[in-house]
């Protein structure tokens, strides 16, 4: 025997339809649950890819930084060079000059 066996047809029809609305309240609030929870994932995947990309971003600044020192130093040196070949070009023609 149940406790409902007693009830008249009128409150088990009532009993009824409180349990029905209660499971589709409960049914809205799991698929709420849901969206809340797949959401939350993609947010988690965003602020990752945001990191991630932040850290990224910082790498390639310091990256970035290196390679114009890089170049600067490169371009000083070049101009060393230059300044040297000229000077070295300017003593052999000195030195063809007296040796002639």
Same mark, same amino acid.
């Given at each position: 025997?149940?406790?409902?066996?007693?009830?008249?047809?009128?409150? =088990? +029809?009532?009993?009824?339809?409180?349990? *029905?609305?209660?499971?589709?309240? @409960?049914?809205?609030?799991? !698929?709420?649950?849901? $969206?809340?929870?797949?959401?939350?994932?993609?947010?988690?995947?965003?602020?990752?890819?945001?990191?991630? =990309? +932040?850290?990224?971003?910082?790498?390639? *600044?310091?990256?970035?930084?290196? @390679?114009?020192?890089?170049? !600067?130093?490169?371009? $000083?040196?070049?101009?060393?060079?230059?300044?040297?070949?000229?000077?070295?070009?300017?003593?052999?023609?000195?030195?063809?000059?007296?040796?002639?």
């Amino acid at each position: 025997m149940s406790e409902f066996d007693e009830y008249p047809v009128d409150r =088990l +029809r009532f009993e009824y339809e409180r349990r *029905q609305n209660e499971v589709s309240n @409960l049914q809205q609030e799991l !698929s709420d649950l849901k $969206r809340e929870e797949s959401q939350t994932l993609v947010n988690w995947e965003r602020a990752r890819d945001a990191t991630y =990309l +932040r850290r990224m971003s910082d790498v390639d *600044q310091e990256f970035r930084v290196k @390679l114009h020192e890089i170049e !600067s130093k490169t371009e $000083r040196v070049k101009q060393r060079m230059n300044i040297l070949r000229t000077e070295m070009e300017a003593i052999v023609q000195v030195l063809n000059v007296k040796w002639k």
